[in-house]
């Protein structure tokens, strides 16, 4: 998928039919590109990247796990009825603070191996081998960038974050709270899924935030896919917001499977 986000497409999109029957170009898939990676680069090819992105999410689960012993949260007790409305906000709002500062500490403290992940990976674009070892990128990210070149595109990654978990606990509480009645026999089954769907939607919404964070996190390092014609070097996250977003291209790899091509149906021939 991120290699679909900073645009490359190695191989030519193919004529199908959307669910009216309309012509549209699809571009290839997750699995015809997988297999593409294979031809070029071997099985091995579909794990470059993957030993920074485990230490990233082992230090991510670490660090909110330290996080929650060394600020633990006071249970309160759980509360339903509209009548407790202006309580149980209040529980959200304080269970939904703590998450966010756990989120926040332990993005800050993974990014720097989320980086090198990213640039592992985006080595295929330009078959290039600049960032071969976890501690050889640590090195010269330090050697060319300093220490700010570990925390490229981390504001657009936290404030993603935080939206999301807002967004996610606010309306999972307001539609348990109004639309789910407690005279209603599934009413506990229902409230345990709202969460989790919200979080489906809401991620959706959020999804700029982590394209722009991990586009930031390429752009103008030195290896081909940060340069143009892939990208053009933008100034900051804002600058490469702003880019996608005059393109329509702010959801840009956010699908694995239906990839449209950015060409409208109209331009085809009809049979």
């Known amino acids: 998928r991120f290699l679909s986000q900073v645009g ?35 099985k091995r090819g579909l794990f470059r990247g993957l030993t920074p992105r485990l230490i990233s999410s082992t230090l991510s689960t670490i660090t909110r796990g330290s996080v929650k012993k060394a600020f633990p949260l006071e249970d309160m007790e759980h509360v339903s009825n509209k009548d407790d409305v202006k309580t149980s906000l209040r ?36 078959r290039e081998v600049k ?9 010269r990210i330090f050697k060319e960038e300093g220490i700010l070149g570990f925390f490229v595109g981390l504001v657009p990654h936290i404030l993603g974050d935080v939206i999301f978990l807002w967004c996610c606990n606010l309306l999972a509480h307001f539609i348990n709270t ?20 919200m979080g489906i939607a809401v991620s959706m919404l959020t999804y700029p935030f982590l394209l722009v964070g991990d586009l930031m996190a390429v752009n ?5 896919a940060g340069l143009p014609p892939y990208a053009p070097v933008f100034a900051s996250w804002i600058h490469c917001w702003r880019y996608l977003s005059a393109q329509g291209q702010l959801f840009r790899g956010s699908s694995l499977l239906f990839r449209r091509a950015p060409i409208p149906a109209a331009s085809f021939p009809i049979d």
Do not use: W
């Open 220 to 224: 103008n390092c030195g290896l081909r």
């Open 178 to 197: 109004y639309a789910v009645d407690d005279n209603f026999s599934q009413a506990s089954v229902i409230r345990s899924y709202t969460k989790f769907v």
């Open 8 to 42: 490359h497409e190695p191989l030519p999109p193919t004529i199908g039919r959307n669910v009216l029957g309309r012509k549209v170009l699809y571009l290839p898939g997750f699995f015809t590109y997988a297999r593409h990676i294979v031809e070029v680069d071997g």
């Open 131 to 139: 960032y071969s070892g976890v501690f050889s990128a640590i090195g």
């Open 91 to 126: 529980k959200v709002v304080r269970e939904t603070s703590h998450e966010m500062m756990m989120q926040c500490v332990s993005r800050v403290v993974s990014h720097p191996l989320h980086v090198i992940s990213m640039r592992c990976m985006v080595q295929f674009v330009g």
